[in-house]
Every structure is written in structure tokens, then in C-alpha cells.
């Protein structure tokens, strides 16, 4: 249920009120019990939520819950605390060991506070960081899904200038065999893929840079010799466009807000961001906790919605 503080629990509950979700894929909450009851008693939610239980048979009539009891009793909604940073560290610690019990098989994350889980212990940039190190997982990305358009990240959370220095001709390289394997395999198929430019208009042949004549097209070419469908650099400021329209299976973006200012822009709201390389399914939302409109009614649960559909149906190899 992410961050207890922020509007996790509004849209993780507000998403699971879909009786077809329900129907549809086994959705048990992690979480506390105590919390998620309060919300949905102010949110007016129908369904009835109940302790998860592995022997019981689950109903469509009812909100699975695997209760943690690690909240205190009382907290401030809306603020970075060290008790609901460690709260929603320890959930996801608690999901992966469901999944490595058999137990489930994708997780969906509402969103955590970074500056919380740090002040509750967990020294991690973000999800994508904490769930490598607890499946030991040493070659991940992070990607967004938006239809079709599909975004794969170089560097996240990086300052600017650090993010454009560690643009290599290796890097790229790992990056494009990387996006090809993972990409494909979640889709079942052999895929496109685009990548972007760093300079405006790709820096057109080298009027306003050399990256890409000097180590994005090599990285592209190299791989294209290895037999990868893949091409560019495109224009920044148009390939994502044409990759939404289904030009491409996937794009490869250079540094963290050029794919998710793409992404926002073009879906937000709709867009879910996947870690890549797991050994398991994991979805998330494509915002955060939000902590100035909890239990304002404000909350939008479609992002929510679109990563519990879309970890469903990455499992059952319907995602197309």
C-alpha cells in the first residue's frame, strides 16, 4: 500500500473496488490493516476488507489483506516520518518474500517516500534499487508502459550533468541487448526498438554536438550487427511521439526526465512504470505519495489501476 502518509492506501483501495480487477487476478494488499479500515471507512468503500489467509479460498466479495501491524496507532498523514518510511520498506521486503514463497506472483507498488524510508532506516534511491538488492539482482532498468509506448531508462536518479557523462558506447550497448532480451520476453516476440538523441534535433549531424555522432550511432550500429532491430538516434523531442503511435516496441531514453516528461505528457494518469530484469513481475505507479491532497477525495487511482492490470497481465502473458 506504499507510503501510509501519502494517498496510497486511497488508491490502492479505490483500485481494487473494480469487481473485474478482483475477478479477474487473486489481489491481496500489503499493508496494515488498521490504516486501510480507516480509509476505507472515509473513502465510503463497499468491499469488506479482511486478513489474508494462504488455506482460504478468496471471494470477489471481499479485500484481501496481509496484515504487517507495524504502524503506530496514530500518525500525521502528509509528512516524511521515520515509522511510515520504515512501515512501507518493510512491506516491500514482505512481498518478495511471498513471491519467493509461491505465493504471488507480481507486485504492484503504490508509491513510497524516499526522504521516509531513508529516515526510517532503508538507505535506497527507490523502489527499483531496494527490490534489486533484496531479489540479488545485478542488471535492471526502469521503464515506463503506456499502451504503446514503452520507455527504457540509461540513468534515473541522477543529477543532470552525471547522467550525460555516464553516456557511454558500452553503456548503450548493455542498455539495447538488455532492452531487447527483457522487452521481448515480457512481450513474447522480437521487438523494435528506437533510441532517442541527446541534443536537440539529435544534434543534426553534429551541428549542435558530437554525442551521437561519436558514441550513439557507433553503440546503435554495433548492435544492429548482432542481429537487434534497433535504430536512431532519433530527435528527442519526437521519437516518443511516434513510438506512443506504435512505431516502436520500445524507446531507450538517455537520462531520467527525458523519458518521464515524455511518458507524463503523453499519458499520465495511464502510465506504468516497470522494473526490468527481476526475476519477478513488478509494476508501480507512475507519481508519488502526493501528501497534499491525502483524504481530500482528490486521488486519482487510475495509474493504480493500470499497474495492478498490467502485473496481471505481464503474468499470464497477455500484455501486448
Known amino acids: 500500500m506504499g507510503d501510509a502518509a501519502g494517498i496510497g492506501p486511497e488508491i490502492v483501495l479505490r483500485a481494487l473496488e473494480q469487481e473485474a480487477l478482483r475477478t479477474s487476478f487473486r489481489c491481496i494488499i500489503i499493508g496494515d490493516l488498521h490504516r486501510l479500515r480507516r480509509v476505507a471507512a472515509a473513502e465510503r468503500t463497499g468491499t469488506q476488507l479482511v486478513p489474508f489467509d494462504t488455506a482460504t479460498s478468496p471471494s470477489p466479495d471481499v479485500i484481501e489483506v496481509a496484515d504487517l501491524k507495524n504502524l503506530p496507532n496514530e500518525f500525521e498523514i502528509g509528512r516524511d516520518a521515520p515509522a511510515t518510511g520504515r512501515a512501507s520498506a518493510e512491506y516491500l521486503i514482505s512481498a518478495v518474500q511471498l513471491w519467493k514463497d509461491g505465493v504471488i506472483e507480481a507486485i504492484a507498488t503504490a508509491p513510497i517516500s524516499k526522504k521516509a524510508i531513508a529516515l526510517g532506516g532503508y538507505d535506497y534511491p527507490g523502489h527499483t534499487e531496494f527490490l534489486a538488492e533484496l531479489t540479488n539482482t545485478e542488471e535492471f532498468a526502469m521503464s515506463f508502459f503506456a499502451d504503446k509506448l514503452r520507455v527504457v531508462l ?141 483524504g481530500s477525495g482528490k486521488a486519482d487511482p487510475s495509474s493504480m489501476l493500470a499497474a495492478i492490470e498490467l502485473a496481471g497481465k505481464l503474468v499470464q502473458g497477455t500484455a501486448s
Not at 207 to 234: H, M, T, W, Y
Not at 271 to 284: E, K, Q, W
Open 154 to 294: 540509461l540513468s534515473t536518479h541522477l543529477p543532470l550533468l552525471t547522467a550525460i557523462r555516464s553516456i557511454t558506447e558500452q553503456s548503450l550497448i548493455n542498455l539495447m541487448c538488455f532492452t531487447n532480451r527483457e522487452i521481448g520476453r515480457l512481450l513474447n516476440r522480437e521487438i523494435s526498438i528506437a533510441v532517442a538523441g541527446l541534443n536537440p534535433h539529435a544534434s543534426e549531424g553534429g551541428l549542435f554536438g558530437s554525442e551521437e555522432n561519436d558514441i550513439i550511432a557507433p553503440a546503435i550500429q554495433k548492435c544492429r550487427d548482432s542481429g537487434i532491430n534497433v535504430s536512431g538516434p532519433f530527435s528527442p523531442d519526437t521519437i516518443f511521439i511516434r513510438a506512443s503511435e506504435g512505431a516502436f516496441d520500445a524507446c531507450i531514453a538517455l537520462y531520467h526526465d527525458q523519458a518521464t516528461i515524455a511518458v507524463k505528457a503523453l499519458s499520465f494518469g495511464s502510465g506504468v512504470n516497470v522494473t526490468l530484469g527481476l526475476p519477478l513481475i513488478r509494476t508501480s505507479v507512475d507519481h508519488g505519495t502526493a501528501y497534499d491532497i491525502v
